[in-house]
């Protein structure tokens, strides 16, 4: 048995669009990106907030008073803010006024007062016990030397000790600001408190100064009324501020969104390549690893370990990582290891404010139940009313109406689950779904298999089994006009997908489609209005599928049916071609498959790499090398059908057996080929004479060789061939029958409207 | 010298190496084995060690994929693998060909399709890991 090469190429990036319009990217080994389509590349999701405090300070006399913090906080290129800092610390405006008494009159006069304010100037006065009105800030009258009144005041009794009275200043000082660190800040927001309230923030400064580390500001609380007010803490003793706008989790690999949140989910087991530990050492070095930055704090364990190690720090250049404590196991240069995030963030889906993309406060965590059997966890959708958690044996459905955390609960939907985040869709009402037992629909309220013709592929005891090594590049399209749902897989061989199981969910018919080259990524979209499926391919390419019957060339554009003059180890030569020059090769043609539609090496496909004069040139050498007789077909896309087993009658009577073919005529000349199969064998039958197809009689074989051949331009439209009898009706004569039609196309659609098998009946 | 065939930027390459000891048996070496990667001119292009396989627990089996990323060109190149166990240094050298076509961005892996206002998106991440944009989508003809 070979060895399977282990698949470690890089993790597809799963995109989310959120309702503002806004796409963001995770793979749960790089920070959540966004991209809103203006930039010209992504961006990172979430806007880091200020490390430190600033430290506020006053100057002059006016009108500033009271006891005052400030904190600062970041604002980016969409509006969307940080966290705000730590608070400053608390300064207490102006100088201390010392006076006697505040009377119990209106207004309430400050008896005692010898300063050098003037009226006009703002006192804030706090602590007053009995005339306890006296509290708060005020604008004040100079009566003489001695006393001072407070504008539009009233006391409301004795006063009996407690005040101090503090003039106000003219301008408040925030000095050691923080700086943003992250590029797409363009503001930033200086708050403060307003005198008497330590809980609600006005922004005081609003700047589009990102770098200086000291700044003024004369706005008194008055001007600050007109600002937006900013709650610390909101009146259900909730956080607005402070954690409220910490960034996206960087460890979850999906985001999706429910109910106007962002939800996180998918913890990322990363376990690429190896791991050269020490013993008594913290340091891990990697070998064919891809370790990132964010991997901090997450866990690492060497598989069969009981033992666990959180990463202190990560060396991307060097690959190496820091261990809190020294690797305790035994020393190995190929440790077969893993990375994980820390055992309270597995199972547990992370979920941002209501509306605000961006905000992630680490308190929004919703449980999922363990369940030993569930496997990783894989997927998320929003479905109906609910949310469902896909692992890879497993599916929960969340219900919420505010808040998760408030009012959320969880069920176990079906014991199927879902490859990755790519390999569901929801068409109509209904999803659908792929699982290592298969392909399932699912509604809310139960699941239906939908693949059980061809579990063999899925079980692995088909020649063809999907590489399940490579399940992290599977995903699946829905084409509406064909109403099919594709899921591109990697079967065995294969480590990116090549081929598609083509699920017709009208009539649950299901196909199995290959491709020339890998498809590494597909997605809906839109092409002159209609509904459009593209593909990704190799060589960076985004195909229009299903928009024409080539794979690449357009027709009209030279030639691309033809027959070689004469062929090499990895080209052809046709003399009689016509290619068009320069740079519309390199547009059309490089990159495009080519086909050996009929006669020596027929079958075989290869990516054609240049083409000069009349030569074209291949990737991969010919494994039979054309010749003369045989017909190349650029662009051409290799179509295959195949019956099932039917059986013949009992008694046949002397009955004739002939099959029967009619397609719709095509324009340009194309040719399908037909063989004939007998009880279970894999190989065709082969025919006994030569005849050579033509126009008005399109069938042709060759004596030994098992392909009648069917000119398509045929005006016909229709071959009937006699199958050969030499049947015995007794215990080891043929039984079954079945027929394959295959062909490459050219220009034109092959329909074939009918094939029908006369003498035979279907069992 | 093996080939490993005619390739294109963009493409994953295998790298595979089987260590064995003198007496041809497979074994561990005591560090893992380094790939050196020249082209024609000796120019080095590639420097690094590459992971083992225990899918069956058998020693002396590595295996990478090695995109054929920016750094590389078209032409003939050299891959050197090289392992050490205690005095013996083992030594093999496998050979490919980078020819004309392809993209050293890789493979696309992932795709988006962004529907806007103003124009319509398709964005993509190809297998080198960097995310790219394309606008208002049309057929080349």
């Known amino acids: 048995m070979p060895v399977p090469l282990p698949v470690r190429l890089r993790r597809p990036k799963n995109f989310f669009e959120f309702q503002n319009g806004i796409t963001y990217l995770s793979d749960g080994l790089k920070g959540v990106q966004r991209w809103d389509s203006l930039q010209g590349a992504p961006e990172s999701g979430g806007v880091v907030g200020?490390?430190?405090?600033?430290?506020?300070?006053?100057?002059?006399?006016?009108?500033?008073?009271?006891?005052?913090?400030?904190?600062?906080?970041?604002?980016?290129?969409?509006?969307?803010?940080?966290?705000?800092?730590?608070?400053?610390?608390?300064?207490?405006t102006g100088s201390l006024v010392s006076f006697s008494d505040l009377t119990n009159t209106v207004p309430i006069v400050v008896v005692g007062a010898s300063t050098g304010l003037k009226t006009g100037d703002i006192v804030f006065i706090s602590g007053a016990k009995g005339n306890t009105a006296a509290n708060g800030s005020w604008v004040i009258k100079v009566i003489d030397s001695g006393h001072f009144s407070l504008n539009f005041s009233a006391g409301n009794g004795i006063y009996t000790g407690g005040a101090t009275v503090t003039a106000g200043v003219a301008e408040l000082v925030y000095s050691d600001l923080p700086v943003p660190t992250d590029p797409k800040v363009v503001r930033r927001q200086i708050l403060r408190t307003k005198a008497g309230d330590s809980n609600v923030y006005y922004i005081d400064i609003d700047t589009e100064n990102l770098t200086a580390l000291a700044l003024a500001s004369t706005n008194t609380d008055d001007e600050l009324t007109v600002s937006l007010a900013v709650p610390m803490i909101g009146i259900d003793g909730e956080d607005n501020a402070?954690?409220?706008?910490?960034?996206?989790?960087?460890?979850?690999?999906?985001?999706?969104?429910?109910?106007?949140?962002?939800?996180?989910?998918?913890?990322?087991?990363y376990q690429d390549g190896n791991a050269a530990a020490v013993n008594g050492s913290t340091r891990v070095?990697?070998?064919?690893?891809?370790?990132?930055?964010?991997?901090?704090?997450?866990?690492?364990?060497?598989?069969?370990?009981?033992?666990?190690?959180?990463?202190?720090?990560?060396?991307?250049?060097?690959?190496?990582?820091?261990?809190?404590?020294p690797y305790t196991g035994p020393t190995d240069p190929y440790l077969q290891y893993g990375i994980q995030p820390s055992a309270e963030r597995l199972n547990v889906a992370f979920y941002s404010e209501a509306g605000l993309p961006e905000a992630w406060p680490p308190t929004n965590a919703f449980p999922i139940p363990f369940d030993p059997e569930a496997g990783e966890e894989t997927a998320a959708m929003s479905f109906s009313s609910f949310m469902f958690f896909f692992y890879e044996y497993r599916t929960w459905r969340m219900t919420t109406q505010l808040d998760p955390a408030r009012d959320g609960s969880v069920f176990r939907t079906h014991c199927r689950g879902s490859v990755n985040q790519r390999c569901w869709v929801i068409v109509d009402g209904t999803a659908f779904s792929m699982d290592r037992g298969g392909l399932y629909s699912m509604t809310v309220s139960g699941m239906d298999p939908v693949s059980t013709n061809?579990?063999?592929?899925?079980?692995?005891?088909?020649?063809?089994s999907i590489n399940w090594n490579a399940r992290r590049h599977f995903h699946c399209q829905h084409s509406p006009q064909e109403e099919i749902v594709r899921w591109f897989v990697a079967l065995a061989g294969d480590d990116v997908p090549h081929h598609a199981i083509a699920y017709c969910y009208r009539t649950g018919a299901i196909s199995i489609e290959s491709y020339s080259r890998p498809v590494g990524s597909s997605c809906l979209g839109v092409l002159d209005g209609r509904p459009q499926t593209?593909?990704?391919?190799?060589?960076?390419?985004?195909?229009?599928?299903?928009?024409?019957?080539?794979?690449?060339?357009?027709?009209?554009?030279?030639?691309?049916?033809?027959?070689?003059?004469?062929?090499?180890?990895?080209?052809?030569?046709?003399?009689?071609?016509?290619?068009?020059?320069?740079?519309?090769?390199?547009?059309?043609?490089?990159?495009?498959p080519i086909v050996i539609c009929e006669g020596r090496g027929r079958g075989q496909v290869r990516t054609i790499t240049n083409i000069v004069d009349n030569r074209i040139t291949v990737l991969r050498p010919w494994t039979e090398r054309p010749n003369q007789n045989s017909v190349y077909q650029i662009g051409g896309i290799p179509w295959l059908w195949r019956s099932g087993w039917i059986r013949y009658p009992e008694s046949d009577n002397e009955k004739p057996f002939n099959v029967e073919v009619i397609w719709q005529r095509t324009?340009?000349?194309?040719?399908?080929?037909?063989?004939?199969?007998?009880?279970?064998?894999?190989?065709?039958?082969?025919?006994?004479?030569?005849?050579?197809?033509?126009?008005?009689?399109?069938?042709?074989t060759k004596r030994g060789e098992p392909?009648?051949?069917?000119?398509?331009?045929?005006?016909?439209g229709l071959v009937r061939q006699a199958i050969p009898q030499q049947r015995e009706t007794t215990a080891r004569g043929r039984r079954h029958i079945s027929v394959e039609l295959s062909g490459v196309t050219n220009g034109d659609v092959i329909s074939v409207s009918q094939l029908t098998l006369e003498g035979v009946s279907a069992s | 010298m093996p080939h490993l065939g005619r390739r294109q930027l963009g493409e994953d390459i295998p790298l595979t190496v089987r260590t064995y000891d003198q007496f041809g048996r497979s074994v561990n070496p005591e560090d893992a084995p380094t790939v050196h990667i020249v082209d024609v001119t000796g120019h080095m292009i590639v420097e690094m060690k590459i992971p083992a396989i225990d899918e069956y627990n058998r020693p002396g089996f590595f295996a990478h994929q090695l995109l054929l990323d920016k750094r590389f060109t078209t032409g003939r190149h050299i891959i050197i693998y090289s392992w050490e166990m205690g005095d013996i240094r083992g030594r093999l050298v496998d050979s490919f060909d980078i020819v004309r076509g392809g993209n050293n961005w890789g493979r696309n892996q992932s795709i988006h399709w962004l529907n806007q206002p103003h124009a319509n998106f398709i964005f993509f991440q190809t297998s080198d890991g960097i995310v790219h944009k394309g606008r208002s989508p049309s057929i080349v003809t």
């Open chain 1, 50 to 92: 200020p490390e430190g405090a600033p430290h506020l300070n006053g100057n002059g006399k006016g009108g500033i008073s009271g006891d005052l913090y400030a904190r600062v906080r970041f604002v980016d290129r969409l509006g969307y803010v940080s966290n705000v800092s730590d608070a400053s610390n608390l300064y207490v």
């Open chain 1, 242 to 269: 402070i954690i409220k706008y910490g960034l996206p989790p960087d460890d979850k690999a999906v985001l999706v969104s429910h109910l106007g949140r962002m939800y996180a989910w998918a913890s990322v087991i």
């Open chain 1, 285 to 325: 070095d990697g070998i064919g690893t891809d370790w990132t930055f964010e991997m901090k704090n997450r866990v690492f364990y060497s598989k069969g370990s009981l033992d666990y190690y959180q990463i202190l720090e990560v060396d991307e250049a060097l690959q190496n990582l820091t261990l809190d404590k």
């Open chain 1, 454 to 464: 061809i579990i063999d592929l899925f079980s692995g005891f088909s020649p063809y």
């Open chain 1, 534 to 592: 593209y593909l990704g391919l190799d060589a960076a390419r985004v195909v229009a599928s299903y928009t024409g019957t080539l794979d690449g060339p357009t027709i009209g554009t030279g030639t691309l049916r033809s027959k070689p003059s004469r062929a090499g180890h990895t080209w052809i030569e046709d003399d009689s071609a016509v290619f068009p020059a320069g740079r519309l090769i390199q547009q059309s043609l490089i990159g495009c």
């Open chain 1, 667 to 700: 324009e340009l000349p194309s040719t399908m080929s037909l063989r004939i199969f007998h009880d279970q064998a894999t190989d065709p039958e082969n025919w006994a004479q030569d005849r050579i197809a033509r126009k008005n009689d399109s069938v042709g």
């Open chain 1, 707 to 716: 392909d009648i051949q069917i000119l398509t331009d045929d005006k016909l």
